[in-house]
């Protein structure tokens, strides 16, 4: 990478545009950059960083930093454009950072977004071309092409003395963030990670697995009632403590079942045995008891035999009585039959007239049908009687109709007449609502602006005050900052003038001084009355900076008040007279005005839809009403037709009525006169007829009865029926007598059985002696099963427990060698191992093979330095309790020994730490894939060498030259400026600093 252009605006110190053509400084190979303290040395090397990358160096990119010089005015961009070559590619990149610049439109500033570009020269056409002008994308590119990050670059090719004398005294753990950062070994300390984290899980696992087994080992201890193994989890016997432990417990196991199974058979026969004892006891016993029971029931039998006879003579005369019962009931039916028969008869008696009171069926059936015969000829009559009430009826229906239809007429017209005039006036209210909605929607479109423009002027009269104290704010503000300005600027100035004298105030007899190198300090300076210390300009400068930031923040909140001020001013004036504007009362009656006019206008609108309506109802209702008097003055002709037929027909049944009703009021009157007789005539026939009937069956039922019961064996009718049993009683008696002879034939049976009459004849039987004796073998039987099962139950369970027992140690083996393997490469790379003898992590070994890199390659030019003297050397020994690894030591070839650099002098460590940092810039740059680094810069530490040490420090900065490299050296050291013809000077100045350039053969100033 070799820098070739540099231009900056408006950045940091400085506040006009300054060009640096490091193309001109790289001729000599070793150019110089040297200003007053904060003339902006360090803000070049921020430039390069800030193009290269976007951002400025990490301690410098603290968070309210701004890039932008104070020095520049409002309308100036702060911009830095660089042009190098890398990787055979000449590119050109331009960067402005975000910053505020003045609105176009009105007052204030806006915030403008960061820009980035990035160009490429075309040898070919000898133009520029653009490849992007994405932040992320030039970033990536750069990156790419240098093939180190912004801390890399900032170490490898800006090279920090301060920090390398640091990294040359610093313990082991510093020196390892530095090189961690620079070399990425992140990986690696991620494999210790890893790797911890596969011991940690596969130490759980096994210690997991052991848990498990000792539960096993506790569960076979609780089934055996035996002791627990000793082991714990993590001893390496534990396993087979446990399937001993299991192998003992099952032997045991199995002979117990074989004892247990001989005593429950032992427990089987003994109870089989009592069974059959049990058994026999208890059938000899119901046997006897049976012989006996027998017997009581013959007793009982013979006791009941007399009752039984008699139930049987009963049953045996009431079979006879069955025989006469059909005759006894056909008796008593025509008997109840007569009795009826006569008083039905006289009822009827007492209904007809004296004269015909004894008359016979046949007389009054005669009668009644000549009455009936008279009946039969009123039926005309009586349909002539209906058809008049219909007719009635009909010309009632005619005369409502005629009212009804005369009133609709009459309506009608009255309606119709109008009909004209109302359809207008409904026409006109639709209308009207319609022009008002229209009215409506224009004035919708105007009132909701002219209320934007009543809000805005709201707005505008209240910022137009903030703006105004905004203002003078900013104003006061800008005040005090140039006043403290000015007040920092004095003091500043003041300081420098006696700064000599300040110096001179840390000197001490026999140490060099720190401007010109002597150790003899012949006329100090002195102090004078106005002399101003380091806490006073501190002072003056905080206080100047307090007023920088006030001053922005007033001009940040006026430009915002402003911006918002014109904003609602220009929509105020939106659509307005652009000479006049108006004021809030103006516009909120205009506002006022227009809300009134719409809202009539949309109150009237609202009403279309109803006047729309009303007129289709009142149109609908002409149309019903012009049918209606069509319809009524159809009716009104066709009523009198019928009304004529009726009185036509009407005459002809007043006739018919009249002879059919007789002397009665009416035919139906005197048709019912004639039903009444007529019924009371069949009645009084019919009864007569019954009574005679049942008087013949009753006799004939008297005469059957007797000859029944005579052939029954009964004397009379009567002790037939006194002997009859109802069914009741019939049953009872035989069930009884059922009963008995049944008793008494099993009686006789099991009298008949020889097992029973054998068991009566032998002593008395003992079943309860027999059941103890069954009881107690049975309760033996069951101890022994119950004593056999819990054997087996636990040699089922210790079977399963030495199942599972196995199966774990199976599985646990591979997870313990598993472990064990894990373990000794986490331990290893861990440094906690004893195989790690010397106690290295995995990146500390890493680190150390980088560093012991470095070192070599800074010793090249560490000897050269110190003319053969020195030379770094890479240590991995421990220190006390700590690990090892990133131990750094200088041979002193002088004695020949090994010793910290923590003991070299104060010139001696900063070119030791130069070339450290040179050698470590060569091994970066490898690893970072053999970039060229064609420019480097190098800052202070030259003024603690001497002049032969600074001739040789400068020989080998300038033997870089070899490799076609241009080194730049910045530095307060006045010598320099003799020893170093092309040199950067930076100009501290009121208004902004500046860059001059000398190359040799004089200077340019821009």
């Known amino acids: 990478m070799r820098l070739h252009r540099l231009s900056v605006t408006a950045f940091g110190p400085f506040g006009t545009t300054q060009q640096i053509d490091f193309d001109a400084l790289s001729t000599a190979g070793l150019f110089l950059l040297h200003g007053p303290t904060g003339a902006g040395k360090t803000s070049v090397l921020d430039a390069v960083c800030y193009a290269l990358y976007g951002a400025v160096p990490g301690a410098r990119q603290s968070p309210g930093t701004s890039l932008r010089s104070d020095h520049a005015p409002a309308g100036r961009q702060t911009e830095v454009t660089l042009e190098l070559t890398v990787g055979e590619r000449r590119l050109e990149i331009t960067r402005l950072p975000a910053q505020p610049r003045p609105k176009k439109r009105g007052?204030?500033?806006?915030?403008?977004?960061?820009?980035?570009?990035?160009?490429?020269?075309?040898?070919?056409?000898?133009?520029?071309?653009?490849?992007?002008?994405?932040?992320?994308?030039?970033?990536?590119?750069?990156?790419?092409?240098?093939?180190?990050?912004?801390?890399?670059?900032?170490?490898?090719v800006l090279l920090p003395q301060g920090d390398f004398a640091r990294f040359l005294r610093a313990d082991a753990e510093a020196r390892g963030k530095l090189l961690g950062r620079l070399f990425d070994t992140r990986r690696f300390a991620a494999v210790e990670e890893r790797l911890a984290d596969l011991r940690r899980a596969a130490e759980q696992q096994v210690r997991a697995g052991d848990e498990r087994l000792l539960a096993l080992a506790h569960r076979t201890a609780q089934v055996t009632g035996g002791a627990v193994v000793d082991e714990r989890p993590g001893e390496p016997g534990l396993a087979q403590a446990v399937l001993t432990q299991a192998a003992v417990a099952r032997s045991e196991?199995?002979?117990?079942?074989?004892?247990?199974?001989?005593?429950?058979?032992?427990?089987?026969?003994?109870?089989?045995?009592?069974?059959?004892?049990?058994?026999?006891?208890?059938?000899?016993?119901?046997?006897?008891?049976?012989?006996?029971?027998?017997?009581?029931?013959?007793?009982?039998?013979?006791?009941?035999?007399?009752?039984?006879?008699?139930?049987q003579a009963v049953l045996d005369r009431s079979r006879k009585a069955d025989l006469v019962a059909p005759a006894l009931g056909l008796r008593a039916d025509a008997e109840r039959d007569h009795a009826a028969a006569r008083t039905a008869r006289e009822q009827s008696r007492g209904r007809l007239p004296a004269e015909l009171a004894d008359a016979g069926a046949e007389q009054l059936s005669a009668l009644e049908r000549r009455l009936t015969g008279e009946l039969g000829g009123l039926e005309s009559a009586r349909r002539a009687e209906r058809r008049g009430a219909e007719i009635a009826r009909e010309r009632a229906e005619l005369a409502r109709q005629a009212r009804a239809d005369e009133d609709i007429l009459q309506d009608t017209s009255g309606w119709l007449s109008g009909w004209e005039s109302r359809r207008g006036e409904l026409a006109a209210r639709i209308e009207a609502a319609q022009e008002a909605?229209?009215?409506?929607?224009?004035?919708?479109?105007?009132?909701?602006?002219?209320?934007?423009?009543?809000?805005?002027?709201?707005?505008?009269?209240?910022?137009?005050?903030?703006?105004?104290?905004?203002?003078?704010?900013?104003?006061?503000?800008?005040?005090?900052?140039?006043?403290?300005?000015?007040?920092?600027?004095?003091?500043?100035?003041?300081?420098?003038?006696?700064?000599?004298?300040?110096?001179?105030?840390?000197?001490?007899?026999?140490?060099?001084?720190?401007?010109?190198?002597?150790?003899?300090?012949?006329?100090?300076?002195?102090?004078?009355a106005d002399h101003v210390d380091l806490a006073t300009e501190d002072a003056a400068y905080a206080a100047f900076t307090r007023a920088e930031e006030d001053r922005t923040a007033a001009e940040r909140d006026t430009a915002a008040t402003a911006e918002a001020w014109a904003a609602a001013r220009a929509e105020v004036q939106a659509g307005a007279?652009?000479?006049?504007?108006?004021?809030?009362?103006?516009?909120?009656?205009?506002?006022?005005?227009?809300?009134?006019?719409?809202?009539?206008?949309?109150?009237?609108?609202?009403?279309?839809?109803?006047?729309?309506?009303?007129?289709?109802?009142?149109?609908?209702?002409?149309?019903?009403?012009?049918?209606?008097?069509?319809?009524?003055?159809?009716?009104?002709?066709?009523?009198?037709?019928?009304?004529?037929?009726?009185?036509?027909?009407?005459?002809?049944?007043?006739?018919?009525?009249?002879?059919?009703?007789?002397?009665?009021?009416?035919?139906?009157?005197?048709?019912?006169?004639?039903?009444?007789?007529?019924?009371?005539?069949?009645?009084?026939?019919?009864?007569?007829?019954?009574?005679?009937?049942?008087?013949?069956?009753?006799?004939?039922?008297?005469?059957?009865?007797?000859?029944?019961?005579?052939?029954?064996?009964?004397?009379?009718?009567?002790?037939?029926?006194?002997?009859?049993?109802?069914?009741?009683?019939?049953?009872?008696?035989?069930?009884?007598?059922?009963?008995?002879?049944?008793?008494?034939?099993a009686v006789a049976d099991r009298l008949a059985e020889p097992e029973t009459r054998a068991a009566a004849e032998r002593p008395a039987a003992d079943p309860e002696a027999a059941e103890a004796a069954y009881t107690a073998a049975e309760r033996a039987l069951r101890d022994a099963t119950s004593a056999l099962a819990a054997v087996r139950e636990r040699g089922t369970e210790l079977a399963r427990l030495s199942r599972q027992a196995d199966a774990e140690v199976r599985r646990l083996g591979p997870l313990r060698a598993e472990y064990d393997r894990v373990a000794r490469l986490a331990g290893l790379t861990a440094g906690t191992s004893a195989e790690n003898e010397r106690k290295m992590r995995l990146e500390s070994y890493v680190l150390a093979a980088r560093l012991e890199q470095v070192a070599a390659a800074a010793t090249a030019r560490l000897q050269r330095m110190s003319s053969g003297r020195y030379t770094l050397v890479h240590s991995d020994a421990r220190s006390g309790g700590k690990r090892a690894g990133l131990g750094l030591h200088v041979v002193d070839a002088w004695t020949g020994n090994e010793r910290d650099t923590a003991t070299l002098s104060g010139g001696e460590t900063f070119f030791a730490s130069l070339a450290l940092a040179l050698g470590l810039a060569d091994v970066v740059t490898d690893e970072a894939g053999g970039v060229r680094l064609d420019t480097l810069f190098i800052d202070e530490g030259f003024g603690s060498l001497d002049d032969q040490t600074l001739d040789e420090v400068l020989d080998v900065l300038d033997s870089l030259r070899e490799r076609d490299r241009s080194v730049g050296i910045v530095s307060h050291v006045a010598d320099l400026r003799r020893r170093i013809p092309a040199q950067m000077e930076v100009v501290k100045e009121r208004h902004g600093s500046a860059v001059r350039l000398r190359t040799g053969a004089g200077a340019a100033g821009t």
């Open 577 to 745: 007279d652009p000479e006049t504007e108006p004021t809030v009362g103006e516009l909120a009656a205009e506002a006022e005005e227009l809300a009134h006019q719409y809202a009539e206008a949309h109150g009237l609108a609202a009403q279309t839809h109803g006047a729309r309506e009303t007129l289709a109802r009142a149109e609908r209702e002409y149309e019903s009403r012009v049918g209606a008097q069509r319809d009524a003055e159809r009716r009104v002709a066709a009523r009198t037709s019928q009304r004529e037929a009726l009185d036509r027909e009407q005459t002809a049944v007043d006739a018919e009525v009249a002879r059919g009703r007789g002397e009665s009021a009416s035919v139906a009157e005197q048709a019912s006169r004639l039903e009444r007789k007529i019924a009371i005539l069949i009645d009084a026939a019919a009864t007569v007829r019954t009574v005679e009937l049942t008087a013949q069956r009753l006799k004939e039922a008297d005469g059957r009865l007797a000859d029944v019961a005579f052939r029954a064996g009964f004397e009379t009718p009567a002790e037939a029926a006194a002997a009859l049993l109802r069914d009741g009683e019939h049953r009872t008696l035989q069930h009884r007598l059922d009963a008995w002879q049944a008793e008494a034939a």
């Open 107 to 156: 007052g204030g500033f806006t915030t403008e977004k960061a820009q980035s570009r990035l160009r490429e020269y075309d040898s070919g056409t000898g133009q520029w071309s653009v490849l992007s002008r994405s932040h992320q994308e030039i970033g990536e590119e750069i990156t790419q092409l240098l093939g180190m990050s912004r801390e890399q670059f900032c170490q490898v």
């Open 437 to 528: 909605a229209a009215r409506a929607e224009h004035l919708a479109g105007r009132l909701e602006p002219a209320r934007r423009r009543l809000a805005a002027a709201r707005r505008r009269d209240a910022l137009a005050e903030r703006t105004a104290t905004a203002e003078s704010r900013l104003t006061a503000a800008r005040e005090r900052r140039n006043e403290a300005h000015e007040s920092w600027l004095d003091v500043k100035a003041r300081r420098l003038q006696g700064i000599a004298a300040e110096l001179a105030a840390a000197l001490t007899p026999g140490d060099p001084c720190q401007v010109c190198g002597s150790a003899d300090h012949p006329d100090p300076a002195r102090t004078g």
């Open 253 to 311: 196991t199995r002979e117990a079942v074989d004892i247990a199974g001989a005593a429950v058979s032992a427990a089987e026969s003994r109870q089989a045995a009592a069974r059959r004892i049990l058994d026999a006891e208890r059938e000899l016993a119901a046997r006897q008891a049976r012989f006996a029971e027998t017997r009581r029931r013959q007793e009982a039998l013979e006791a009941g035999r007399p009752e039984r006879d008699r139930a």
